[in-house]
């Protein structure tokens, strides 16, 4: 590829279709463009003839399709004159937000619930330099907080109320209608604030109105190739929400007090995008549903078995409640599914460990006769 073709980033690669213009100071780390892995294993033991892709945001710089949106907010926070951001955080916001303030040589301040954020994302804020305050409360209480303190203090909030966040977010969409060279016909998503579901909508929703018309510069990049412009069906996918049962308050009809759940990414009782989902569930014809900690977990373990795909927690939420749904016919056969891998698995070794107790896994002296002992054994 010629060297000015280079990949650097998703506001580079979809700047036409993005709030900048030619002379912002892109804040990047050449985010976005994961791999959308088709399942081959999986599909087999449901007996159902769908098509099933992972999107592996899990590959995003910090490991987590957060980075999206960070590029965009900060970016557009540095183009302001802010010398500091800051955001509430079940971990992986703050883990973005750091390092993206890292780049930009500015400050990131975050707000962690104490003890309920995964070993990873706490090591990555402390390595990029954030600012962190642990608070006695969770995620819904530290939000509350930052919207407070963004009031008067001189910070950018950069949690997914930014509309910015959002903005960066939606080119997640563009990339898989690329790929397919259309929407899927189902998208599932795990919800917590219910950010990403939305941002989805709107690339969708954006891709869907270019189609059928003459785009002739779709794009920077492709310099009018853009695939956009002739493949698209502009159809939109019908978008599916799952939630941990401990903390659903989509399923609740309301907020939750208390939210608790192993998969800490979607611990969140009162999701900032309330109205903007319920939006997107009428609009798509879509639904929320809900997984107990142990369906995620094993979902998380069998994508892990099957497929060589290790996501966190949170993110197996997404293929759980896909593979019931493929099951019990709600998502019909013949259908293109997308689910999102929201997080990467590194994220959260504890968990990870903690559920692989019966891990194949023997100590043996450093003797070639024990070693040939322990695959004969185990083969
Ligand atoms: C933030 C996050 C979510 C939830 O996304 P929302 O936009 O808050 O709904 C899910 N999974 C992971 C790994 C996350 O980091």
């Known amino acids: 590829m010629p060297f000015r073709d280079r990949y650097t980033g998703l506001v ?9 213009n030619d002379d912002t100071r892109i804040i990047g780390l050449g985010e976005g463009n994961t791999p959308l892995i088709r399942l081959k294993n999986i599909p087999r033991t449901l007996g ?3 098509d099933i892709y992972v999107k592996y945001e899990g590959l995003n710089p910090t490991g987590s399709f957060k980075d999206r949106g960070m590029t965009m907010a900060v970016t557009h926070a540095v183009d302001e004159g802010s010398n500091a951001v800051i955001c509430a955080s079940t971990g992986n916001t703050s883990a973005s937000a750091a390092a993206y303030a890292a780049r930009a040589g500015i400050t990131a301040f975050v707000l962690i619930p104490e003890g309920k954020i995964a070993m990873g994302k706490l090591a990555q804020a402390m390595m990029y330099g954030a600012v962190i305050m642990q608070i006695r409360g969770n995620f819904d209480q530290g939000m509350e907080l930052v919207k407070q303190v963004a009031e008067t203090a001189p910070v950018t909030i950069v949690n997914s109320v930014n509309p910015y966040r959002l903005q960066g977010q939606k080119t997640a969409a563009f990339e898989i209608i690329e790929e397919l060279g259309r929407a899927p016909d189902y998208h ?16 969708y929703s954006e891709c869907a109105a270019t189609s059928g018309k003459e785009v002739t510069r779709a794009c920077n ?28 308050p989509f399923l609740r009809g309301g907020p939750v007090e208390d939210p608790d759940t192993v998969a800490t990414a979607i611990r969140i009782g009162n999701p900032q995008s309330w109205q903007q989902a319920w939006t997107v569930q009428e609009e ?11 369906e995620i977990l094993q979902a998380q373990k069998l994508l892990s078995e099957k497929e060589g795909i290790f996501c966190e927690p949170a993110s ?8 019931r749904d493929i099951r019990n016919g709600r998502i019909p056969e013949g259908s293109t599914v997308v689910c999102t891998l929201t997080g990467n698995g ?15 896994m023997v100590t043996i002296d450093a003797e ?12």
């Open 12 to 20: 580079n690669r979809y700047r036409d279709h993005l709030p900048v």
């Open 221 to 248: 990049f492709c310099s009018g190739q853009c695939r956009f412009a002739g493949a698209v069906t502009g159809s939109r996918p019908v978008m599916v929400g799952y939630q941990a049962s401990g903390s659903a």
């Open 284 to 294: 798509s014809g879509g639904w929320f549903d809900e997984l107990e900690d142990s």
């Open 188 to 203: 599932c998503l795990p919800v917590g604030n219910a950010g990403n579901i939305t941002a989805h909508w709107i690339g």
């Open 368 to 379: 070639l006769t024990s070693v040939k002992k322990a695959i004969l054994d185990e083969m």
């Open 316 to 323: 197996a939420a997404s293929i759980g409640g896909a593979m």
């Open 48 to 50: 159902k003839d769908v």
């Open 346 to 360: 590194l994220k959260d070794p504890d968990t990870a460990i903690d559920q692989c107790r019966d891990a194949r």
